[in-house]
């Protein structure tokens, strides 16, 4: 009788931990901050005439924060332009002089029909 006990206790536990791992986490880094300091990045490396550069600190930035209007908009004016070949008008695009260190200083938009917020 104990050996039964002790076999089914093994096999509940084997069962459990296989259960257990089969669990997949997923986390996802939004994390505001961060897209706010790609922005500037790409910002600096606009101002320093380094478009693919800054193309990619703003794709980035979008991969923090899907959300964020300000990376989508620099990122969307800077593939058109590259793709047509023309010279980048910097009047188009807002830079952020100096960057900004904290997300709560960055502008926050909420989208009404989920709730959900960008920086």
Do not use: H
Not at 34 to 62: E, H, P, W
Not at 67 to 79: M, P, Q
């Amino acid at each position: 009788m104990k050996k039964k006990i002790v076999i089914l206790f093994i096999l509940l536990s084997t069962l459990g931990l296989i259960l257990f791992k089969s669990e997949k986490s997923y986390s996802v880094d939004i994390s505001k901050e961060q897209c706010i300091q790609m922005i500037s990045f790409g910002d600096d490396a606009l101002l320093g005439k380094d478009y693919v550069t800054a193309k990619n600190y703003y794709k980035r930035a979008i991969q923090y924060d899907p959300w964020n209007i300000s990376a989508w908009e620099k990122y969307d004016i800077l593939v058109q332009v590259m793709t047509e070949g023309k010279e980048i008008d910097l009047s188009k695009i807002k830079i952020i002089k100096g960057g900004i260190s904290s997300a709560e200083a960055a502008p926050v938009i909420e989208d009404e029909a989920t709730g959900l917020q960008g920086c």
